[in-house]
């Protein structure tokens, strides 16, 4: 992808500092015939996002134990 200045500007696994840059689709949010918010479809993709932030909070939680 053309992108990804936030992820090689402030990511740096070497010394554990990690960024995401995610993409999304109008369509998983908006209708795009007329550019109105989707209440149904956001409502969907609050679901997916939340459970994967929960992930990776769950991942960094565990993989950080006892280095505090």
Known sequence: FKGGYITRQYGEPSDDVHAIQLELAQRCYLI????RFDDERAA???GVLSNMLQAFIS???SRYEGKK
């Not at 795009?32 to 550019?35: A, F, G, Q, V």
């Open 59 to 61: 991942s960094a939680a």
């Open 32 to 35: 795009e015939e007329s550019c």
């Open 44 to 46: 969907l993709l609050q």
